[in-house]
């Protein structure tokens, strides 16, 4: 047989019959599509949430407030939500988790080497992946639509309960503000530039946590007790509630025209400190009001009742409590800086954060009764089933 004509034959046994490799690589694309299908149905109920809230949002709410909402637009919204926002951040809170687990538990000679490996066995794992895609999913739903309902508060119902507000701060308060209780304790100039930064790093925080959650290898009821908490804080009290009693917090008491402010002397004191040291809370507030008098689009939506800050750093330190003593502890002294910092930087009354403390404490209880039922379904049971076979072949193939 001629050479050429050998490996004609050669190429057309080729093309016919596969290599091994490609086989392999089509088996398990589709046993991972057969088990993400089962960790879907088990993540059902986070799911469930996240679209009624999104199809709520986007087809009943934003449109009495007189904001369109096109499909193909709400489509655009999550995959620039996804690939801008939630994806980097989650890659960055992963990062810091992992840096930190070695830096405390590991202690590698080379940490960079080390870092690198452990991110790409991370995030290669197949149980966590089960795990984390369906809560991403869920996630960036849920933020879209929550983003959209919190910019469209003052068309819904234009703030009105701030005179309130500040009144119920006075009168538990015995006549006098919180804002002035703090400031002989906190207003020195050193100490209010460490609670800026320490509410800065709530956002860091709360992501820090959700992404250790979601990546959780197993699908405990702890972990979607938490998520469920979290989704009804949000939603109850970021949507629903926020809507109903639509304030704007003391920083924008004179903005809207309630004179005299009693509040001018703290921005007053937080614009001396920013001199000094900066003061990131002034830059922010300003934005937010430009993006509120529609001078930008970028950063908008605000919402002082109840503090969506205190309500998740204190579900933070409950779970933290669950999770081990020295997190919960740490996680615990992190809520009370953010009470703190939230009336001490002029964001909220203090009203805002006990309403959170209560709000967040109810969703919690209430979670958990309902992640008690859930966890006992064939589809939830089904997937832990999964997670421990594939618990078992990666301890037999180690």
């Known amino acids: 047989m001629p050479c050429g004509e050998f490996m004609s034959n050669s190429s057309v046994f080729k093309a016919r019959f596969p290599s091994l490799t490609h086989s392999f690589k089509e088996f398990t694309q589709k046993r991972f599509i057969a088990e993400l299908k089962i960790s879907l149905k088990a993540h059902g109920l986070i799911l469930f949430i996240a679209i009624g809230y999104f199809l709520a949002a986007h087809l009943t709410v934003l449109p009495l407030a007189g904001h369109e909402s096109a499909v193909t637009a709400d489509i655009m919204d999550i995959f620039k939500m996804l690939l801008l926002m939630v994806v980097p951040v989650i890659f960055l809170s992963v990062l810091v988790n992992r840096f930190l687990y070695l830096a405390i538990h590991v202690r590698p000679e080379s940490p960079t ?3 690198y490996h452990e991110l790409k066995d991370y995030f290669s794992n197949r149980r966590r992946l089960l795990n984390a895609i369906p809560m991403t999913l869920a996630m960036v739903l849920f933020i879209t639509a929550y983003v959209g309902i919190k910019a469209a508060i003052p068309a819904l119902n234009p703030f009105s309960w701030d005179l309130t507000f500040d009144d119920w701060d006075r009168i538990l308060h015995f006549g006098t503000r919180p804002w002035e209780w703090l400031q002989p304790v906190l207003g020195y100039k050193f100490v209010t530039f460490i609670i800026n930064v320490g509410y800065n790093l709530w956002f860091m925080v709360m992501w820090m946590v959700w992404c250790f959650l979601a990546f959780s290898k197993n699908p405990t009821r702890l972990r979607l007790q938490f998520f469920l908490s979290f989704m009804i804080v949000w939603l109850i009290g970021g949507s629903v509630l926020a809507v109903a009693f639509s304030s704007a917090g003391p920083v924008y008491f004179e903005e809207l025209g309630l004179l005299p402010d009693p509040y001018a002397p703290l921005m007053n004191y937080l614009y001396e400190v ?3 040291f900066p003061v990131w809370a002034l830059a922010t507030q300003e934005l937010l009001w430009d993006g509120y008098l529609g001078k930008q689009t970028t950063v908008v939506g605000i919402s002082a009742m109840p503090s969506m800050h205190n309500a998740t750093a204190v579900l933070l330190a409950l779970v933290g409590w ?10 615990t002294a992190f809520a009370v800086l953010i009470l703190l910092g939230s009336v001490h930087l002029g964001w909220h009354y203090a009203i805002d954060g006990y309403f959170a403390l209560v709000l967040a ?14 966890v006992k379904t064939n589809w939830h049971q089904h997937h832990e089933r999964q997670i421990e076979e594939l618990g078992s072949s990666e301890v037999q193939t180690s």
């Open 322 to 331: 669950k999770i081990s003593r020295p997190i919960g502890i740490g996680l």
């Open 361 to 374: 404490l109810a969703s919690w209880w209430i979670s958990g009764l309902i992640s008690g039922w859930w």
């Open 274 to 276: 920013n001199e000094v």
């Open 113 to 115: 080497k080390a870092l």
